[in-house]
């Protein structure tokens, strides 16, 4: 049981370009969700999925997309980075109806330059 | 508007002394609240949470909360602080019905002295 995993774990992008953030689990947890991390903001949400094929907006959601094709995946769009984007991002997932844990991934670190 | 308060940034303490970690929330019902840890270069683990009833809840790693519904806060406590305390402690907060979507606090970093 490998719990919530994240890939890559670094990454460098110039400013432009694309890429995808998977996040898988193991645990067939319904919800999902994408935060990222910056220095004395704590984690904001950038997007959460209630099942798969769902996905909704969260308090940052520009400049992404997102998309929940199979339960235990939820893949983070980055599709013209910019160096704002420069950030740690963490997937967590919730086993909705239980005791409301979040389990979380060990992160990304993200550079856009 | 919904928000977690931790008012603390930066807190230093002493090998074995007791610690408190403050954290307010602003929300239109009381919500359920929680309390992670993240080490450095880790995930979040969950540390306690607060649903209902007692409201002295204990959790992992000897550490306690107390929730205080009159002052909005759910301070987090340990009587005597390990060197492995030392990491960033996030305080959230959740609808207690509805998205699951969870508001964070800023952080406290808590450096430990040997």
């Known amino acids: 049981n490998a719990g919530v995993t994240q890939t890559p774990k670094f990454r460098v992008l110039k400013t432009g370009q694309s890429m995808t953030l998977l996040c898988a689990q193991d645990m067939n947890h319904e919800y999902m969700y994408w935060y990222r991390q910056d220095p004395g903001m704590g984690l904001r949400l950038i997007h959460y999925?209630?099942?798969?094929?769902?996905?909704a907006k969260g308090e940052v959601p520009d400049g992404y997309n997102v998309s929940r094709l199979k339960k235990q995946n939820f893949l983070l769009g980055l599709e013209s980075a910019a160096p704002s984007q420069t950030s740690v991002y963490f997937c967590a997932s919730i086993n909705a109806g239980r005791n409301y844990e979040q389990y979380f991934g060990p992160g990304t670190r993200l550079t856009v330059t | 508007a919904q928000s977690v308060t931790q008012p603390d940034i930066h807190i230093t303490v002493s090998e074995g002394a007791s610690l408190e970690l403050r954290c307010n929330y602003s929300?239109?019902?009381?919500?359920?609240l929680f309390w992670y840890v993240q080490s450095p270069g880790q995930g979040l683990q969950l540390l306690l949470k607060y649903f209902s009833g007692d409201t002295l809840v204990q959790g992992i790693k000897g550490f306690e909360a107390e929730f205080k519904r009159s002052q909005s806060s759910f301070n987090l406590r340990k009587p005597s602080v390990h060197w492995s305390d030392a990491a960033e402690y996030f305080c959230a907060v959740a609808p207690t019905s509805g998205t699951y979507k969870y508001i964070f606090g800023t952080g406290t970093r808590l450096k430990v002295l040997a």
């Open positions: 999925s209630v099942g798969e094929g769902t996905t």
């Open positions: 929300y239109g019902a009381t919500p359920y």
